[in-house]
């Protein structure tokens, strides 16, 4: 037993007038089968040394309980609810609307009703697709009020906003699962997007490297990864990458390099936009070893005050490129005669 609070006060227990602990005792229950332990608040009365609980620590007590339940069977607690519906300020009526549940659904859930594994999954998965919540909302836009709708219409906005980065990362993830066991496409290593990151930060970081637009970045990327399986057998990032007419492009570069850590300038060329890729106040890389970044000044001090057109033409020299086919994989065993060590 743990106090928590001590209140001079009438105790209905022994009808005196004393100091009264509000205390916190373990307790043990089985509901719906389910052995429970869990904390519960009680009143002591020293006088009559019992325990005794008003109307609120009931239901308060009853929550926990339901929440143990909740927690031992892996489901979302009544906390835990009532923290999603208010991460896009909805009511708990008008949340019920737009999942389709009766209207006092969400009440029962974030208090004493444990919900079902498929109520629980779609909670679940409101909290973390906030463009699954604007389509609900859309799809119900006439049975709000006009403020209601255009409040959680703001709330929902700003969250898909905050999860760019969730979504980029899932869409570059699924083009690459299947080259998850292709160690000759990923050199040997699972594609790492704080890897990746951590590579472009140290490239736009350094003072030894000039003039960083793209073709010139993506480039040094292979060629890093390049050098990297040459001299160790894998390579730094898990990029998988394409034989271009510009040389080796990775797979789903324009969401990587659309990564909110990534830092560029659109150019207007007039015929196009070029890409200019900017220092950062970053200038930690958690996510490369010493080795990694050796190979990195490796690849700047061969490149780094290079232009476009001589990576290029170093690119198209080198054996991975002549042995693939256009917009084929190039393959990591052709490394093994990279032009640079």
Same mark, same amino acid.
């Given at each position: ?10 105790? #209905? ?8 602990? @509000? ?76 999942? &389709?549940?009766?209207?006092? $659904? ?23 697709? #906030? ?7 859309? !799809? ?15 709330? &929902? @906005? ?9 979504? =980029? ?22 594609? !790492? ?21 793209? +073709? ?16 160790? &057998?894998?390579?730094?990032? &898990?990029? +998988?990458?394409?034989?271009? #007419? ?14 909110? !850590? ?10 196009? @936009?070029?890409?200019?890729?900017? #220092? ?12 990694? *970044?050796?190979?990195?000044?490796? +690849? ?28 084929? *994989?190039?393959?990591?065993?052709? $490394?093994?005669? =990279?032009?640079? @060590?």
């Amino acid at each position: 037993m743990k106090t928590i609070a001590t209140e001079k006060r009438q105790c #209905p227990c022994c009808m005196e007038v004393h100091n009264v602990q @509000t205390v916190i005792e373990k307790e043990t229950n089985i509901y719906k089968d389910v052995a429970l332990e869990y904390d519960a608040e009680y009143y002591y009365c020293d006088q009559a040394d019992e325990l005794y609980a008003d109307e609120k620590q009931m239901s308060q007590n009853d929550i926990a309980m339901k929440n143990a339940c909740r927690e031992k069977k892996g489901l979302l607690t009544s906390h835990q609810i009532a923290a999603i519906r208010a991460r896009y300020g909805i009511s708990q009526s008008d949340l019920c609307l737009l999942l &389709g549940w009766g209207g006092k $659904t969400i009440t029962r859930y974030e208090s004493h009703q444990v919900q079902d594994i498929a109520h629980d999954t779609i909670l679940r998965k409101l909290a973390s697709d #906030p463009e699954w919540f604007l389509q609900l909302l859309d !799809s119900e836009k006439d049975a709000l009020s006009p403020a209601s709708y255009a409040k959680y219409l703001e709330a &929902g @906005t700003i969250l898909f906003e905050q999860d760019h980065d969730h979504y =980029l990362i899932s869409a570059i993830m699924s083009k690459y699962v299947r080259f998850s066991h292709n160690s000759e496409a990923n050199g040997g290593k699972k594609l !790492s997007l704080d890897v990746v990151v951590d590579m472009i930060h140290y490239f736009s970081n350094s003072e030894k490297v000039k003039s960083l637009y793209l +073709v010139k970045l993506i480039k040094m990327l292979w060629y890093a990864d390049a050098l990297s399986y040459k001299r160790r &057998g894998h390579a730094i990032s &898990g990029l +998988v990458y394409y034989a271009l #007419p510009m040389g080796a492009v990775p797979v789903s570069y324009e969401s990587i390099i659309d990564l909110s !850590s990534i830092h560029y300038e659109e150019i207007d060329m007039g015929d196009g @936009t070029a890409y200019h890729f900017l #220092p950062t106040e970053i200038k930690e890389y958690p996510h490369l070893t010493s080795e990694d *970044i050796g190979i990195l000044d490796t +690849v700047i001090e061969r490149f780094g005050k290079a232009s476009k057109s001589r990576i290029v033409q170093a690119m198209h020299q080198e054996e991975a490129y002549r042995e693939t086919a256009p917009r084929d *994989i190039i393959q990591f065993k052709y $490394t093994k005669s =990279l032009s640079i @060590t």
